[in-house]
């Protein structure tokens, strides 16, 4: 394996950082949780982040900080397989229009996994929170850890083997079982 810097990789694949901060805001929307700003992308660290209004109930902030993975999944996975089969059963590697969509639909995967910052915001608002009945800390413990291993498996492509998976495998699983 061979080592990017994590700005690198941002900026190869800054369509799924758009998408992640989008459905972080779209899920602050239908929550009905203020927004104070947006940074949809920039060359820094972070390289996007929502700000928004401090979250007392615990299903708001649960699903502001796990959006992204279902919206990132399900728009990375529609849009990568509109081209997959192409690629996969015909083998056509050269269509402009298939590969930039296999590469538009692998970049959002890519960005599907909620932050370490997210994961901290979840802990914080509901482990740490005494108000928050025990089973919901129950519930919540689990999507804390696997946020957290996410990003530690970042560090071996384990966002690039998920955008593969869901982009790629699954597809031609699909196309094997036609």
Known sequence: ????????????????????????????????????????????????????????????????????????????????????????????????????LVWLGASILMHSFPSTGDAKNLFEAVVLNKAVALWKKVVVMPFVGLIYAGAFGSIFWLDALYALAVGMLLPNLLVQLL
């Open 1 to 100: 394996m061979f080592f990017l810097p994590g700005i690198l990789i941002a900026i190869l694949t800054f369509p799924g950082v758009i998408v992640h901060e989008a459905a972080h805001q779209l899920f602050c929307r239908l929550t009905r949780t203020p927004v104070f700003e947006v940074c949809y992308f920039r060359f820094g660290n972070p390289v996007g982040y929502v700000v928004h209004e401090k979250v007392e109930r615990p299903w708001k902030i649960f699903l502001i900080c796990m959006g992204p993975f279902l919206v990132n999944t399900v728009l990375g996975g529609i849009i990568v397989f509109s081209s997959a089969i192409d690629v996969i059963e015909f083998q056509n590697y050269t269509n402009p229009i298939s590969l930039f």
